[in-house]
């Protein structure tokens, strides 16, 4: 932080404080939250749908979906494709599956 400067001009020494004061404003710490959401309306799904989001699918439905996915393409970014998952479907749907 500037804290004094020699010159004729009183004008480049309000410029620097106020460059100072800006840049001070926005890097210093901040105790508390910075976010407040407070009267923020969120959307929300129905029940049934919750119901139908976290509820068991059948064996079928999981093999369906595996098979009916296009092997080249990625499902994430970690670079594996669903070949992966077709080729050893047989090791992971025991996972999966645990009931």
């Known amino acids: 932080m500037v804290c004094s400067l020699m010159a004729t001009n009183a004008r480049i020494s309000m410029r620097l404080r106020i460059k100072s004061d800006f840049f001070k404003n926005r890097f210093e710490g901040v105790i508390g939250p910075q976010v407040r959401l ?17 509820g068991s699918f059948s064996k079928e439905e999981g ?7 296009d092997s080249s393409k990625s499902p994430g970014p970690d670079d594996f494709n669903f070949s992966l998952t077709n080729h050893s479907w047989d090791l992971v749907k025991q996972d999966i599956f645990l009931r």
């Open 63 to 69: 093999n369906n979906a595996v098979w009916s996915c």
């Open 38 to 54: 407070d009267n923020v309306i969120f959307n929300s799904i129905s029940e049934s749908d919750n119901e139908m989001l976290v």
